[in-house]
């Protein structure tokens, strides 16, 4: 059974409904995307962003998208006044929707980054499965660097 928000209740039962209000605007799905593609873990790197993303929004998103479980938090192990932020396995199953939506737009509308749309136009799969697969080695890194060695 899936898991939402502790006591959250939605206007309706419909999944779209659900999706919309756990990704609630552009700019969680721009922080997830940077997360995704860039490799961003950290607040400075979503500030940095090219949109311009206003501070008070971007940490309202953030806190958002942990509060659903799309993404998660940590101390820095280098500096614990810093926080690293982390796509769940909630959030990277978010993927292949965002590889569609990618190519969507592109489709529809006269978009830039042509790289990556010839590149899921090509391979949409095999993209994907890279996605996945740096998801993953960062994630087993992850681990590894927060269990004690004997």
């Known amino acids: 059974m899936a898991s939402g928000k502790q006591g959250s209740k939605r206007r309706s039962g419909c999944p779209l409904n659900a999706s ?11 922080i997830i995307r940077d997360m995704m593609l860039r490799g961003f873990h950290s607040y400075k790197e979503f500030l940095e962003s090219y949109e311009g993303i206003a501070t008070n929004i971007l940490a309202d998103r953030l806190r958002r998208l942990e509060a659903y479980g799309i993404i998660s938090t940590e101390r820095d192990s280098s500096d614990g006044r810093k ?11 978010l993927a292949p929707v965002m590889a569609e939506m990618v190519l969507w737009a592109a489709a529809h509308e006269d978009t830039g980054n042509e790289a990556l ?34």
């Open 20 to 30: 919309v209000e756990m990704l609630g605007d552009r700019w969680s799905l721009l």
């Open 83 to 93: 926080v690293v932020y982390k796509l769940t396995a909630k959030g990277i199953d």
């Open 117 to 150: 749309v010839k590149e899921l136009q090509k391979d949409k799969q095999g993209f994907i499965a890279a996605v996945l697969q740096r998801w993953a080695a960062s994630a087993l890194a992850a681990e590894k660097a927060t269990v004690p060695s004997d």
